[in-house]
């Protein structure tokens, strides 16, 4: 039978019916897995017992569900979510998986990974960059030689995505910017942002893999966030709290006679941090200082020790690639608009429509 489905073409490619599929859960699978969800006229219990899935009770014969509801509406773990819900059951695994217009995604993550209260402008500039995230997943995953059940998680990992939300001021940004998506030789760019950079340049960060990503290696410094609070910032740990935090990678250290960064890039990103007390003697790498200290902000700081106290100094908070959240906000206060700001942040990038065709699904 001939269907005719909506997908979306881009550089020729077609992607996945124009829906992005976000991983919500997923687990190993055991004889009492079990699944609720709801939709305004009906719930469903799931649950997977001797090899076989069942629903409110009757066995499926098959190793999947689908969920949908006329309202375009679903609720799974306290929260409602639009487009539809598939459980699928596959190698002792099973996935809970949100398939959703691209739009409605795009609205959904502005609630959480932009700022609802800030300029027009700024949430434009966020919903093009979460759409570009995304259609890049969509087409790693669909490039993918293994065949993928998602194309995104939900968590923070990839993009915060928490369902269906009220901040409908937000539509604008989302409409206004509809299907267009940042590129770089006409593939989509991986969108990275970060709240502040604290002035860094990313150009001088080492470690990174520019040569496939240059639209990231920006020379020079944004001048745009120094407004922000954590532009500088100063943390200052009693020496004791900071012994207790390094003991879960290094039980043997009792007390700090000395700390200081031991070694950084161009950039000023920590790259080594040397603690000494007594006989321990240890170099610890700054991504792990980075991971056991949660209130250092960003990966750019200095060490020093005071008394009986360990003093961080730093810039920014976040990871200093791509756009700075902070900035674009300034920008966006100063009449810069959405194409000058991505133009600013992510340099020798064009932006680019997803074109909207239909085409033979059976061909
Ligand atoms: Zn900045």
């Not at 269907?3 to 991983?23: E, S």
């Not at 539509?171 to 593939?187: F, G, S």
């Not at 003991?247 to 890039?265: A, G, M, N, R, T």
């Not at 007390?277 to 240890?282: D, L, P, T």
Request: net charge positive; proline share 3%.
């Amino acid at each position: 039978m001939l269907k005719l489905i909506v997908g979306v073409f881009f550089c020729g490619a077609v992607l996945a019916q124009g829906n992005v599929r976000v991983l919500l859960a997923e687990g190993e699978l055991n004889e009492s897995s079990e699944w609720h969800f709801t939709t305004s006229k009906k719930s469903f219990l799931c649950l997977y017992s001797e090899g076989s899935l069942f629903c409110n009770g009757k066995p499926l014969g098959k190793k999947a569900v689908r969920i949908s509801a006329d309202d375009n509406r679903c609720r799974y773990q306290d929260i409602v979510y639009a487009g539809q819900i598939a459980l699928i059951i596959q190698d002792n695994h099973w996935y809970v998986i949100n398939n959703i217009s691209l739009d409605e995604y795009v609205y959904s993550v502005l609630r959480s990974e932009s700022w609802p209260g800030w300029p027009l402008e700024v949430n434009k500039v966020f919903a093009i960059m979460v759409r570009t995230y995304a259609v890049h997943k969509m087409m790693v995953a669909k490039k993918s030689k293994k065949k993928q059940l998602f194309d995104i998680k939900a968590t923070n990992i990839h993009q915060t995505y928490k369902g269906v939300h009220d901040f409908e001021h937000l539509l604008q940004a989302v409409n206004e910017t509809h299907d267009i998506i940042i590129t770089y030789n006409k593939e989509p760019i991986v969108a990275m942002y970060d709240s502040c950079c604290g002035g860094i340049v990313p150009a001088h960060i080492s470690g990174f893999d520019f040569k496939s990503n240059p639209y990231l290696a920006r020379p020079y410094a944004c001048t745009f966030c120094t407004e922000c609070k954590l532009y500088n910032w100063k943390i200052v740990y009693p020496q004791e709290l900071l012994v207790t935090i390094l003991q879960q990678e290094f039980p043997d250290l009792s007390f700090i006679k000395e700390i200081h960064v031991h070694e950084s890039d161009k950039a000023g990103k920590v790259m080594q941090v040397n603690v000494k007390a007594g006989r321990f003697h240890k170099k610890i790498s700054g991504t792990l200082m980075y991971r056991l200290c949660k209130d250092v902000r960003s990966f750019c700081y200095t060490i020093k020790k005071e008394g009986k106290n360990i003093i961080f100094t730093g810039k920014g908070f976040g990871h200093h690639m791509g756009v700075c959240q902070w900035g674009v906000r300034t920008m966006a206060k100063q009449g810069f608009l959405f194409k000058e700001i991505l133009d600013y942040y992510y340099p020798g990038t064009t932006l680019m429509k997803l074109v909207t065709e239909p085409y033979d699904a059976t061909a």
